[in-house]
Antibody, heavy 123, light 106 residues
Framework: EVQLVESGGGLVKPGESLRLSCAAS????????MNWVRQAPGKGLEWVSF????????YYADSVKGRFTISRDNAKSSLFLQMNSLRAEDTAVYYC????????????????WGQGILVTVSS | SYELTQPLSVSVSPGQTASITCSGE??????ASWYQQKPGQSPVLVIY???KRPSGIPERFSGSNSGNTATLTISGTQAMDEADYYC?????????FGGGTKLTVL
């Protein structure tokens, strides 16, 4: 069974940092691009970042560019999101999601999604 | 920046057909995907590459995409289909989601 499990969320103050992790299982992680998508409380979905299977292609939403860094460890089937200079508007549930289009350098669609992890930025 | 526009809400009677639209400039030139999200749950892919259904998604879910509009159609809508639905596309190194449509089955 394909499974994605996020961890590392919590409550932080504005300006602080946090690192999210996503542990993947049930598929060959190194063959697939991966994404982070977030959802603020009561709001819609917002894509955050994509990393291709080879790490060669990385994209960010304008709202996080320069503050967030996506990375992956294919040997450990893990995806990461380093979030620096956090703001109140970064408060959201963060999902990791696989791009099922195997070997594609760009994000296409997302399946499956993890259960999500809450990040709260508040003083 | 690229934008996708969805109606805030759509209502449908059980057994009838629900259509949810997603509008964006030349959306028909891109691939559209659709996600279903029920309260307290993670999104689930229901349509990808405009018209394709992932395994496990009922046949009553179908999609189309032409011109500036992609459409998710649910035939024979059931109470369990009540959820938020989001369209999504990829444009110029950015993934874009529509604002979401709340489907009410009443």
């Amino acid at each position: 069974e394909v499974q994605l499990v996020e961890s590392g969320g919590g409550l932080v103050k504005p300006g602080e940092s946090l690192r999210l992790s996503c542990a993947a299982s049930g598929f060959t992680f190194s063959n697939y691009g991966m994404n982070w998508v977030r959802q603020a409380p009561g709001k819609g979905l917002e894509w955050v970042s994509f990393i291709s299977y080879s790490r060669r292609y990385i994209y960010y939403a304008d709202s996080v560019k320069g503050r967030f860094t996506i990375s992956r460890d294919n040997a450990k089937s893990s995806l990461f999101l380093q979030m620096n200079s956090l703001r109140a508007e970064d408060t959201a549930v963060y999902y990791c999601a696989r791009d099922p289009s195997k070997g594609n350098p760009n994000p296409n669609w997302f399946d499956p999604w993890g259960q999500g992890i809450l990040v709260t930025v508040s003083s | 920046s690229y934008e996708l526009t969805q109606p805030l809400s759509v209502s449908v009677s059980p057994g009838q057909t629900a259509s949810i639209t997603c509008s964006g400039e030349k959306l028909g030139d891109k691939f559209a995907s659709w996600y279903q999200q029920k309260p307290g749950q993670s999104p689930v892919l229901v349509i990808y590459q405009d018209t394709k259904r992932p395994s496990g998604i009922p046949e009553r879910f179908s999609g189309s995409n032409s011109g500036n509009t992609a459409t998710l159609t649910i035939s024979g809508t059931q109470a369990m289909d009540e959820a938020d639905y989001y369209c999504q596309a990829w444009d110029s190194s950015t993934v874009v989601f529509g604002g979401g449509t709340k489907l009410t089955v009443l």
